[in-house]
């Protein structure tokens, strides 16, 4: 089986000194493709570099709503024109995160439509975090449709983003060891919702380690506890779905094999 890494880190201090090791055991365990998400302009910079030394590795590039105000969208731009010739798929991670930070909310909404406006003018589709943000989250997308694509990663279901998910061609979920974690009647009535065409996995390596690896340093390579995860939520051959999340990936992020 092989599996498409949507979202990792391998631009973390934490892989500062055995990141080739952690590519080798991912590839090892199947991992083909490999998406690096920045979330400050170093990091950014960091997946950039990073895409280049590796086959089959990508980079997205971005400012995270932790990071409003210590970086401007203009400085993501310019390290777009300056390496255009690299692997950038998206823009990305961006969006909403009320959970550490509620008073700069004003902030935090001008950063996300700044950048899903840059991913406009650069044709690039975007990578969105939200965290105990939901309702404004939706409302943003809806008023700053990104033309082409939205990706909702880390995907925790709710009424209003299940609704913009489905109503949008261009839109996927992503789901990571969160879906390891919560088994709340409504997760499962929500990913009874989503066809398995919008769903591609994840790990945001390092963090969210699936069960039963919680409080380890996340990897790839624990893709596929994710995969066999969605496979019993949707009631699924593994083999089958991990084939149709893979194209879906490729799809998104507009890669060709
Ligand atoms: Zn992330």
């Not at 599996?3 to 083909?32: L, M, P």
């Not at 998406?35 to 910079?45: F, H, L, R, T």
């Not at 409003?68 to 961006?94: F, T």
């Not at 919008?198 to 624990?222: A, C, F, H, Q």
Request: proline share 4%.
């Amino acid at each position: 089986m092989r599996y498409f890494e949507t979202h990792a880190h391998y631009n973390d201090e934490k892989f500062k000194d055995n990141v080739d090791e952690v590519i080798k055991e991912c590839r090892d365990a199947g991992v083909e493709h490999i998406i690096n998400i920045g979330y400050n302009v170093d990091s950014s910079i960091k997946a950039i570099e990073l895409s280049n030394l590796y086959n089959k590795m990508y980079a997205v590039i971005g400012i995270h709503p932790s990071d409003v105000g210590l970086c401007a969208v203009d400085q993501i731009e310019e390290i777009y024109n300056k390496y255009e010739n690299s692997k950038i798929v998206a823009i990305g991670e961006i969006g909403l995160d009320y959970y550490w930070v509620k008073d700069n909310k004003e902030a935090q909404i001008e950063l996300f439509k700044e950048q899903i406006a840059l991913a406009n003018k650069l044709k690039l589709p975007i990578v969105v975090h939200t965290r105990d943000a939901s309702l404004d989250t939706y409302n943003v997308l809806k008023e700053n449709p990104a033309k082409y694509g939205t990706l909702l990663h880390c995907f925790s279901p709710t009424e209003d983003l299940v609704r913009l998910a489905l109503e949008n061609d261009t839109y996927k979920v992503a789901f990571g060891g969160n879906i390891t974690y919560n088994r709340a009647a409504s997760f499962k009535k929500y990913m009874d919702m989503l066809p398995v065409e919008k769903i591609v996995i994840e790990t945001d390596s390092p963090y969210l380690p699936p069960v039963p690896l919680r409080g380890t340093v996340n990897t790839s390579k624990n893709l596929p506890i994710i995969l066999e995860k969605l496979a019993e939520y949707k009631n699924m051959d593994v083999e089958e779905l991990s084939e149709i999340v893979y194209r879906n990936s490729l799809e998104f992020f507009n890669i060709k094999e």
